[in-house]
Structure formats: structure tokens, C-alpha cells
């Protein structure tokens, strides 16, 4: 306890994030022992593991690197569709749940970083608005561009089709993508315990990320470029480090949604998804991994919880967006939060 009393307050708070997701799946695995538990929050566990790996990685990018993406579920897209072709193309030829599984979530997270990396080129040469608004835009081309793509295997492999259904397949093939229609008859093998891995496998590499050189270069630019750049940081390398180490986090969650649904079409991935996602970045905080868990797991189960509100349930976050926004640049409320925290300095706060 003397110990991580010692430790500097950021490796603490990292100790003690580390802490949280193991206490919260130990509680959740001996819930869902349970005949008793919910099936219905049963059936939310991967996807809540999902949209927890989704904030993170998008804090990556917003919060740490400083940059705004509304294309974030373009990158999820890529993962989700790729990983389920590798899924169903591998079915045979790899029998374990488990292993097929693995190779799927690594093919989500490179198919999506190499996606990432032809799109961060032209895009991280930009900033603020136009930044954000170009990102917005790339995620609306990766989800045409999946509606118009026509996937099928058979004895010889993957056959692949563009804006027309005409894939040859041999006798015994079938369909995997069918365009608009998706993916149908998804073979589900996406876990809770997968997704609890995913999740300390995406603190771990941001975490390290954070407290590498490369991780305080990335803070330097968001904090400020110009100096930055006057003392020899490279900012082009740095910028898609960290946009590209997002995308592949997007697109291995991309993966383990997919695999635990019955049916994945492009339609999922859409505005409405990033800005869902950044919702959880802004109200968990910028840069606060630990908040972006809390509020992709609260905002995840509470349209469940309250069936009868779901229609509203985009204006509701968009009233509580606003409301932390005016909370958040009060005066009054900085004031308020100093008394309450008199350990903290003003910069703190």
C-alpha cells in the first residue's frame, strides 16, 4: 500500500484503472453464474466490451493526440466486416471458437490500421474543423464502399465482387458478404472474456503509448505544435502513430461486435455510431481512460434499461453533452470543485 502510495499519481491511476475492469468481470462472471441474471444485460456483455475498447481507442485520438474524428466507425466497420470474412472463410479449416476468434480480432485491427494509415496521409495534414469534417467523410466512403462489396468462398478461396452480385463459386461455395444485406447468420463465438482480454490489451498499449518518448511527443503537438515542431518533433510521424494505433484498436473491437451478432450490415456503422462513440470520449473526459470505461458501459446498458425512452435517446445526449460543456467551462463550478478538492491545484481542476 506504501508503495503505490509512492507511485507517481498517472502510473497509479493507471494501477488502479487495471484494478477496476478485473473487480468489474470477477463481479459480472459470478453474476452471470446466476440463472437468475438478466439475459438481456447477458447479451449486452460483449458488445459493452466493444463500445469500452471504441471510447478508448477514440480518447487516443481525441483526447491525447488532440485531433477530432467523427469517422471512428468507419474504422469499426473495416474490422467487423473483415474479421467475420476471416471468421466464416476459416470455419472449416480452424474448428476452435477460440483460436478462429483471435485470428479474426488480428485481421480486424489490420485490415483497420492499414485503412488508417492510407487515410491519415491526406487527412493528418489538416487541423480542427477540416480535420474533423474530411474524417466524417471517410467514414461515410467505407460503409458505401462495403454496401457495393460482394464476398463468397469456396474450395479455392475468396472470391470478391464490386457493385455487382455476379461472384462465381464453385459447388459447395457459398456467400459470406452480400452487399446491403450484410452479413447474414453470423456464427457467434465473440465472449465476455474475449472482450475483458481486449480491453487490458488496449489499456496496455495505450498506457505504454502514453508514458513512452513517442507518447510525450504526441502531448507535446496537442499541447502545443509550434513549439513542438521548433524543437524537432515530427509531426506528421507522430499524428499517424497515434491515428493509425487507433484505427487498428477500432477495427479488433469492430471484430468482436460482429462476431457476437446474428447479422452485421454497413447501415450499424454510421454517423449516428461515431458520434455515440465520441459521446462516451467527452463525458468520460479527454484523455481520462478510466471515465471513457465508465461512460461507454453506463450509456451501453441504459438504452436497455429504459426501452421506453430509446427514441429520445439521442436528444438526451445531446442535452447532457451541452449541459457538461457549460458544467465543464463554468467558473462557478471550478470554484465549487476547488473547495471540495483543497489537495488539488488550480491546473488540476
Same mark, same amino acid.
Given at each position: 500500500?506504501?508503495?503505490?502510495?509512492?507511485?507517481? /499519481?498517472?502510473?497509479?491511476?493507471?494501477? +488502479?484503472?487495471?484494478?477496476?475492469?478485473?473487480?468489474?468481470?470477477?463481479? &459480472?462472471?459470478? %453474476?452471470?453464474?446466476?440463472?437468475?441474471?438478466? @439475459?438481456?444485460?447477458?447479451?449486452?456483455? #460483449?458488445?459493452?466490451?466493444?463500445?469500452?475498447?471504441?471510447?478508448?481507442?477514440?480518447?487516443?485520438?481525441?483526447g491525447i493526440l488532440g485531433e477530432l474524428s467523427l469517422g471512428h466507425a468507419g474504422f469499426m466497420s473495416v474490422g467487423a466486416f473483415s474479421g467475420a470474412v476471416a471468421a466464416a472463410a476459416l470455419q472449416s479449416a480452424v474448428p476452435s471458437p477460440g483460436?478462429?476468434?483471435?485470428?479474426?480480432?488480428?485481421?480486424?485491427?489490420?485490415?483497420?490500421?492499414?485503412?488508417?494509415?492510407?487515410?491519415? #496521409?491526406?487527412?493528418?495534414?489538416?487541423?480542427?474543423?477540416?480535420?474533423?469534417?474530411?474524417?466524417?467523410?471517410?467514414?461515410?466512403?467505407?460503409?458505401?464502399?462495403?454496401?457495393? &462489396?460482394? #464476398?463468397?468462398?469456396?474450395?479455392?478461396?475468396?472470391?470478391?465482387?464490386?457493385?455487382?452480385p455476379n461472384v462465381t463459386l464453385a459447388e459447395g461455395g457459398r456467400m459470406i458478404l452480400n452487399g446491403p444485406m450484410g452479413i447474414p447468420n453470423v456464427t457467434k463465438i465473440s465472449t465476455f472474456l474475449a472482450g475483458f482480454l481486449l480491453i487490458l490489451?488496449?489499456?496496455?498499449?495505450?498506457?505504454?503509448?502514453?508514458?513512452? /518518448?513517442?507518447?510525450?511527443?504526441?502531448?507535446? +503537438? /496537442?499541447? *502545443?505544435?509550434?513549439?513542438?515542431?521548433? #524543437?524537432?518533433? *515530427?509531426?506528421?510521424?507522430?499524428?499517424?502513430?497515434? $491515428?493509425?494505433?487507433?484505427?487498428? %484498436?477500432?477495427?479488433?473491437?469492430?471484430?468482436?461486435?460482429?462476431?457476437?451478432?446474428?447479422?452485421?450490415?454497413?447501415?450499424? $456503422?454510421?454517423?449516428?455510431?461515431?458520434?455515440?462513440?465520441?459521446?462516451?470520449?467527452?463525458?468520460?473526459?479527454?484523455?481520462?481512460?478510466?471515465?471513457?470505461?465508465?461512460?461507454?458501459?453506463?450509456?451501453?446498458?441504459?438504452?436497455?434499461?429504459? /426501452?421506453?425512452?430509446?427514441?429520445?435517446?439521442?436528444?438526451?445526449?445531446?442535452?447532457?453533452?451541452?449541459?457538461?460543456?457549460?458544467?465543464?467551462?463554468? @467558473?462557478?463550478?471550478?470554484?465549487?470543485?476547488?473547495? &471540495? &478538492?483543497?489537495?488539488? *491545484?488550480?491546473?488540476?481542476?
Amino acid at each position: 500500500m506504501n508503495k503505490l502510495k509512492t507511485m507517481d /499519481r498517472q502510473v497509479r491511476g493507471n494501477y +488502479l484503472t487495471y484494478l477496476f475492469v478485473i473487480a468489474a468481470f470477477v463481479i &459480472l462472471q459470478l %453474476l452471470t453464474a446466476n440463472p437468475a441474471f438478466s @439475459p438481456t444485460l447477458r447479451g449486452q456483455l #460483449v458488445p459493452i466490451c466493444a463500445y469500452v475498447v471504441m471510447a478508448l481507442s477514440l480518447n487516443l485520438t481525441v483526447g491525447i493526440l488532440g485531433e477530432l474524428s467523427l469517422g471512428h466507425a468507419g474504422f469499426m466497420s473495416v474490422g467487423a466486416f473483415s474479421g467475420a470474412v476471416a471468421a466464416a472463410a476459416l470455419q472449416s479449416a480452424v474448428p476452435s471458437p477460440g483460436l478462429r476468434l483471435a485470428i479474426a480480432l488480428v485481421i480486424g485491427a489490420v485490415m483497420a490500421g492499414i485503412v488508417g494509415t492510407i487515410i491519415s #496521409v491526406p487527412v493528418l495534414r489538416l487541423n480542427g474543423d477540416y480535420l474533423a469534417i474530411v474524417t466524417l467523410a471517410f467514414g461515410q466512403i467505407i460503409k458505401s464502399l462495403i454496401e457495393n &462489396l460482394y #464476398v463468397g468462398v469456396d474450395g479455392a478461396g475468396l472470391h470478391f465482387s464490386f457493385l455487382k452480385p455476379n461472384v462465381t463459386l464453385a459447388e459447395g461455395g457459398r456467400m459470406i458478404l452480400n452487399g446491403p444485406m450484410g452479413i447474414p447468420n453470423v456464427t457467434k463465438i465473440s465472449t465476455f472474456l474475449a472482450g475483458f482480454l481486449l480491453i487490458l490489451v488496449t489499456l496496455f498499449i495505450i498506457f505504454n503509448l502514453v508514458r513512452s /518518448r513517442a507518447g510525450r511527443a504526441i502531448m507535446a +503537438l /496537442r499541447d *502545443n505544435r509550434i513549439a513542438a515542431e521548433s #524543437v524537432g518533433v *515530427n509531426v506528421t510521424k507522430y499524428k499517424m502513430m497515434a $491515428f493509425v494505433t487507433s484505427a487498428a %484498436l477500432a477495427g479488433a473491437a469492430g471484430a468482436l461486435f460482429a462476431l457476437g451478432q446474428n447479422t452485421i450490415v454497413a447501415v450499424k $456503422f454510421d454517423f449516428n455510431t461515431s458520434i455515440l462513440i465520441l459521446v462516451f470520449v467527452v463525458l468520460g473526459g479527454l484523455g481520462n481512460m478510466f471515465g471513457s470505461i465508465i461512460a461507454a458501459a453506463a450509456l451501453t446498458i441504459l438504452p436497455e434499461a429504459l /426501452r421506453g425512452f430509446a427514441d429520445y435517446r439521442m436528444l438526451i445526449y445531446a442535452i447532457v453533452l451541452i449541459l457538461v460543456m457549460l458544467g465543464t467551462n463554468s @467558473p462557478q463550478l471550478k470554484a465549487l470543485l476547488q473547495k &471540495l &478538492l483543497p489537495g488539488r *491545484n488550480r491546473e488540476e481542476v
